[in-house]
């Protein structure tokens, strides 16, 4: 399907496992994000990528991994996950010029026991 | 550093006005932004303001944009119960990478029939 798409929807796991959230865009947008939002913070940046092989830390990167090896994905890993990254989690795509709207995907409701 | 304030809670009935404010802190953002997120949703841009209009009319909504204090405003004419969802200001972060937005923390609007 066109667009940008989050999988899993949900996902529950324990402390200390690994989790792996995918996000994959069919626009070939440079840029990829990947926020969580959480009540009280609104959303906050954790990385991004400007293109494929370029990732750079956002607000809060620690506890998490991502890649870009191809354009259209951006995977998030929590390589040891902990009850304080129980969140929503939200991917975002955009191009490289004009006015850098940002498109969402659904969004990953993951829940860390 | 960058920051956008946003008040968290906005209600209002069904046919009134609703008026949605937010300040931020970087002047050298080219574009301002609100985003709309409806329940269980990702964000979705509902419209932009380019820095050098004061005012930018889109049916029902009106940005107005005050550069000298920084002021941003989202106005909601006759709003409905489907315009309920949480809105979001964001100013592009130009300290960062190109394409990085600052969001706010969200107003969410509830609207009373």
């Known amino acids: 399907d066109a667009g940008i798409t989050q999988s899993p929807r949900y996902k529950i796991t324990e402390t200390g496992r690994q989790v792996t959230l995918m996000c994959h865009q069919t626009?070939?947008?440079?840029?990829m994000f990947w926020y969580r939002q959480d009540l009280g913070h609104g959303l906050r940046l954790i990385y991004y990528s400007a293109a494929a092989d370029i990732t750079d830390k956002g607000e809060v990167p620690d506890g998490y991994v991502v890649s870009r090896s191809k354009t259209e994905n951006f995977p998030l890993t929590l390589e040891s996950a902990t009850r304080s990254q129980t969140s929503v989690y939200f991917c975002?795509?955009?191009?490289?010029?004009?006015?850098?709207?940002?498109?969402f995907g659904p969004g990953t409701r993951l829940t860390v026991l | 550093g960058e920051d956008v304030e946003q008040s968290l809670f906005l209600s209002v009935r069904e046919g009134d006005s609703s008026v949605i404010n937010c300040t931020y802190t970087d002047s050298s953002s080219t574009y301002l932004y609100w985003y709309k997120q409806e329940p269980g949703a990702g964000l979705q841009l509902l419209t932009y303001?380019?820095?050098?209009?004061d005012m930018k009319q889109d049916q029902r909504l009106t940005v107005l944009l005050n550069k000298k204090d920084k002021h941003l405003s989202l106005r909601i004419a006759d709003t409905q119960t489907g315009d309920s969802a949480i809105y979001f200001c964001?100013?592009?972060?130009?300290?960062?990478?190109?394409?990085?937005?600052?969001f706010g923390k969200g107003t969410k609007l509830s609207v009373k029939p």
């Open positions: 975002a795509s955009s191009s490289s010029g004009g006015n850098n709207e940002q498109f």
């Open positions: 303001i380019f820095s050098n209009m």
């Open positions: 964001a100013e592009e972060n130009y300290g960062g990478s190109q394409g990085n937005l600052i």
């Open positions: 626009w070939s947008h440079s840029y």
